[in-house]
């Protein structure tokens, strides 16, 4: 007899994946049923579509659990829709990218998963703020968001895809500068891309902040300044396991907020998704313990 009372939602993109998030789908379905859970299920239709579905699910703060089969862009829209609302949120991950997810730990199979969704086995963690939207994993300007961005006009996916992109702008990207303040350190200089990370990875392992926690209030700020190419190309394959923290190029500090001003208006990626707008200055903060996750 399982021990949740309440109706459990759940939130499916089903192109996540390019569409293998669907097999999870029927899986997560077939073993609720078999479990003797209440469900009830939400599909997403367009981009954007689970941040209304989650505000339209969680409003009167009643909802209990709200499950998540998609990736790192579904989840994200799920948390810009019930933030400060008590759900509690569990993703399975079904996504190209599930960064935010691999910081809560092993993924052990769905079966192990609902196990700890009626164990009710939780943990809080914290989001970032950038102007008034939520992030997971992390916010990138300049190099790596005109990587994204050159991505989804390809419609690409995936860490291969991801090494050739970074290649084909190498020797096209012109550096920015950048102003940055946070009260832990000041930075005035040209940068090739700055990151403001909360997880540790993103672009679907790419490990650019090895000393990120996504529990310990602080944001993780990655920048690489201007860096010869040769070098570039040489060092790239050290951000896999997260050493290129030793390169005089790369500047790396935790801050709690952080305001920046940049000499050009340039794509911002938020959670691997574009800001609709090119952005010159903007404002960043931690929220602690901004929600709670079933751990796997
Ligand atoms: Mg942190």
Known sequence: MNKIKTELQVIVNPVANRGKSKLLFEELTYLLEKRGIRYSCHITEYPGHATLLTDKITYKNETEILLIVGGDGTYNEVENGCFGRKVKLGHIPAGSCNDFTRELGLWKGLDSFLDSVERDNTMLVDAGRVNNRIFLTNIGAGFDAQIIHDMNVRNLKGNLAYVRMVFKNLFGFKCFHAELSSLEKSFDSSLLMLTINNATTYGG??????????????????????????KFIINFPKVYSGSHLGLEEVIYWKTKKLKSNLDRKLPIQVDGELLPDRLDNFDIEIIPDAFRVFRF
Request: hydrophobic share 50%; with cysteine.
């Open 205 to 230: 392992g790419f490990k650019i902040a090895p000393l990120a926690n996504v529990q310990d209030g602080m944001l993780d700020v990655c920048l690489i300044s201007s860096i010869n190419k040769a």
